[in-house]
Each structure stands twice: as C-alpha cells, then as structure tokens.
C-alpha cells in the first residue's frame, strides 16, 4: 500500500498494556507493507481533552455566551484555533485510514479520546449542515474502533448482562464517525483481554496482524443512504414515506438507530454486509 497514511490514535496510559501492544502490532504491520503511519498516542502526548475558551485564539465572537461550536466553526475558517488541535487536524487531513485503539471504559471510549473528538472534530472542520453522514468531508477515508474489554463476548450479546455490544458501538461508529463522512470498518474487538489465556491473547495479536494486512480491501459496514431520508429542516431528516412503505411487514428494523421498532439485524454494527 505504498502512499497510503494512516493514523492510529491510542488512548492508553500505560506502555506495558495490551492496548499498546495493539497499537505496536498495527504499526509495524502497516508499514510493512508500505503505509506511512503516525500514532497519536494521546496520554504520552499529555493531550487536553477538556473543551475552553483557550480552544480559539483572538477574541470570541460573542464574549456575553461563548457557543462552543459556532465560535470553533469561526475560528476554523479564520485560522485561529489552538495549536494542538489544528496538529490533530493536520494528521486526520493527511490520512487515509485511522484507527482508535483504546480500552472500552464505561461502555464507550476513555474521557482523554472523547476529548479528542470533542476538540478536534469540530464544525466546518469536520461536518457542517449541508454535508454530514455519506457527504461528510472524510468520505474517502476509512475509520475504525479497535478495542479490549474486561467483559466475555458473551456479556455483550444481545442475551447478556451488558447488553448488546451493536447499541454502543452506534453512538461512536454512527454518531460520530459516520457522522463526519468516514467509511467505518467492522470493530475490532478483543474481549475480556485481562482474563484469557496468554495463548488467547498471542491469538488475538496474530488475528489483527493478519486482518491489516488487507485492511484497505475491506467493505465498509451497512449505512442507510442520506437519499432515503427528508434532508430538509422543513421535513424533518426522517425516512422518506416510501422508504417506510418498503419496509412494512419486515421482521427486523434497518440499522441498529433506524429500528423502526422492530428487532435490529443482527451483528449490524459488527461486521459488513
Ligand atoms: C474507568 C474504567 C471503566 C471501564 N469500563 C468498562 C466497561 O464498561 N466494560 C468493560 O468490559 N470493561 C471496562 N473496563 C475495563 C477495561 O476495558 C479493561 O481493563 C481493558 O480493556 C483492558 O485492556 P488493557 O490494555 O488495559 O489490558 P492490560 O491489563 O494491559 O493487559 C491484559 C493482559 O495482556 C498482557 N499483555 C500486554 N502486552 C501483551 C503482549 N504484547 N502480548 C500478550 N499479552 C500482553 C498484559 O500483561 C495483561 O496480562 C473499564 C476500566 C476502567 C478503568
């Protein structure tokens, strides 16, 4: 893949973690086979992920009631955000794959990368009204979560005690990265990393190593298309009446947020169709 960027951003504090090690697999893999690859490693970077006035430089366009996105949005397009969130931005700019390598924590990602997004991925940067979701600007780039659990697989079905993994990974792959135009990949995930056998563990290591060698030949998951919805503020962003009308008598829902209240497919968010 020679000329292809990526970017990992990890968000693990400590070196000795299995995250890293995820990290250091996807690295060495990537470039060996010609990827040009950047890590943010976001806790040796000592990466602020707390969202203040400081986030812009000059004087904010309305000092009375400081709107946290409109004034990012402004200082965007006039050049005057902070400088580590416009490094941040440079990176994303230039790559063309990005995986998020973290820790599951409380059911979504650690503070420190919501942090990240938060500051980072900001409006006119990375979306606007006119262009979110398949016309976001990040349409040609392709994203992924990758990250443990202290939880069995089995905890995270739709019969387990956590509950099923498909309806939090919708807020992070939906919300978020699809928001923003990416592709999103399948996840991947390695569950309950701590209490597995060291085997089990050297087995999830060879299985990443081997899914990145091929990681740009990969379909994207499933998205309902922008066209299937009113894209109007008059009509309200909701699927079109003969969307629904197709969809009558089906036993399971489109996606796991367009559910129509009806099952969702399974697996929807875990793997491409
Ligand atoms: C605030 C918080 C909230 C949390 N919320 C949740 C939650 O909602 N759901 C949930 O399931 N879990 C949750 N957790 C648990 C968390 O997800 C796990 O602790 C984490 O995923 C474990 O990953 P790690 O990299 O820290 O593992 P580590 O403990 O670093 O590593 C696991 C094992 O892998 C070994 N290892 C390291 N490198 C290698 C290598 N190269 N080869 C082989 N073995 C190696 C380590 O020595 C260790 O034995 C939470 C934790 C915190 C702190």
């Given at each position: ?24 697999v ?5 470039r ?10 976001l806790?040796a970077m000592g ?5 203040s ?57 650690p ?17 606007s ?7 976001g ?14 939880g ?63 990681i ?5 998951l ?12 008059e ?39």
């Open positions: 893949m020679a000329g292809r960027k990526a970017l990992i951003v990890l968000a693990h504090s400590e070196k000795t973690s299995f995250n890293h090690a995820m990290a250091e996807a690295a060495s893999t990537l060996a086979k010609g990827w040009d690859v950047t890590i943010s490693d806790y990466f602020n992920p707390v969202l006035q400081r986030d812009i430089t000059g004087p904010p366009k309305n000092p009375e009631h400081f709107v946290y996105e409109t004034e990012m949005g402004e200082a965007w397009k006039e050049g005057r955000l902070s400088s580590d969130i416009v490094a941040e931005q440079k990176k994303i700019e230039a790559a063309d794959l990005i995986i998020f390598q973290f820790p599951l924590q409380w059911l979504g990602m503070a420190i990368l919501k942090g990240w997004f938060d500051r980072v991925i900001i409006q006119g940067f990375a979306y009204v006119a262009t979110i979701y398949e016309q600007p990040f349409q040609k780039k392709k994203a992924m979560l990758s990250f443990t659990t202290s069995m697989e089995s905890t995270y079905s739709p019969k387990g005690i956590n509950g099923d993994m498909n309806v939090f990974l919708w807020p992070m792959q939906r919300g978020m990265l699809q928001f923003c135009g990416f592709q999103v990949l399948a996840p991947q995930i390695c569950y309950s990393v701590r209490y597995v056998t060291p085997e089990a563990r050297a087995q999830m290591l060879s299985a990443w190593q081997k899914r990145l060698a091929t740009w030949e990969e379909k994207p499933s998205i309902v298309p922008n066209s299937w919805f009113e894209m109007s503020m009509r309200g962003f909701v699927l079109k009446q003969e969307v629904l009308a197709q969809q009558e008598g089906k036993k399971q829902g489109l996606t796991v947020g367009q559910h129509l209240g009806k099952a969702f497919p399974p697996s929807q968010q875990l793997k491409a169709p």
